[in-house]
């Protein structure tokens, strides 16, 4: 029988980090994080990723589980979320899923049933320019937005999937699904303000050291404000880039988002916070 479980989507710096750990130190819980750049080892600044002191009262899983020069799948983070929940559940706490991107959070919440995965097409396909990738994905009639048309890693998964379904199933049972929907204004202002926090923390060296490491095709380098600090050495176009990129990135994941009518709206995490303790209240959960 399956356990109440809370996930928390939106926008790049919604507040749904904070959110998350509110409810899980209520009602002891603990958090899985569903995002495609935390799951990279050593970028920790630039993805905003939950600090020390953050993990230190709320246990988080799904963090630093590769490095950024190896490619992560929305299918290998779903069968580690999976087992992440039942590990969860079975010492009688909370699973909160809380994150922005999309395919992972709806990949464990709708049971996604992916396509095994072609070796011999994953090779081929590595091997191909970025020009030929869009070659390849104008040949298949793949449809794409514009980022994800210049960025080689999504081409590539997109030209490895097509004509391969996810089967989906309906939501998980006992399940509530928040998501933070915040006004374009007041997200561009969070956003300018956690990039001068990240910048005051050492982000620049964190982008230089990761770069000597691994180099900037890594596949986690690919992320916005790594990519823009590693092009832009004059800070200020650096964090333009970096906001804007970040804006178009809240535009998109609320494009995902908004096609669900399984989720919760609320405007603030205060409301949100509400509906999570009316949801497990109706449950015994105290």
């Not at 569903?34 to 990279?40: E, G, I, N, P, Q």
């Not at 779903?78 to 992972?104: F, H, M, P, W």
Request: net charge neutral.
């Amino acid at each position: 029988m399956s356990k109440p479980i809370i996930a928390i989507v939106g926008p790049t710096a919604s507040g749904k980090t904070a959110l998350g750990i509110e409810i899980a130190k209520r009602h002891s819980g603990e958090i899985i994080c569903a995002d495609s750049r935390t799951v990279y080892k050593g970028m920790d600044i630039g993805t905003a990723k939950p600090t020390a002191e953050e993990r230190a009262e709320v246990p988080h899983h799904l963090l630093d589980v590769v490095t950024p020069d190896q490619v992560f799948t929305a299918s290998e983070f779903q069968n580690l979320a999976r087992d992440a929940i039942s590990d969860i559940e079975s010492r009688g706490k909370l699973a909160i899923i809380v994150g922005g991107t999309g395919l992972y959070v709806d990949a464990v919440l709708y049971d996604y049933n992916f396509p095994p995965e072609n070796q011999k097409l994953r090779a081929e396909v590595k091997a191909l320019s970025k020009t030929e990738l869009q070659e390849r994905a104008r040949e298949l009639e793949i449809e794409l937005n514009g980022s994800d048309f210049n960025n080689p890693l999504r081409l590539a998964r997109a030209i490895e999937t097509v004509g391969q379904p996810k089967g989906k199933s309906a939501l998980r049972p006992q399940a509530l699904v928040i998501g933070l929907d915040i006004n374009r204004p007041e997200l561009e202002k969070r956003i300018r303000a956690r990039i001068t926090q990240m910048l005051k923390a050492g982000f620049m060296a964190e982008v230089n050291e990761l770069l000597a490491k691994y180099g900037s095709d890594a596949p986690g380098l690919n992320g916005i404000g790594y990519r823009a600090f590693a092009k832009e050495q004059a800070t200020k176009d650096a964090v333009e880039e970096f906001v804007r990129g970040d804006l178009n990135l809240a535009k998109r994941q609320m494009t995902w988002f908004k096609r669900n009518g399984d989720i919760h709206w609320v405007e603030s995490p205060a409301e949100g916070l509400k509906l999570a303790e009316e949801f497990l209240s109706s449950r015994g959960i105290a």
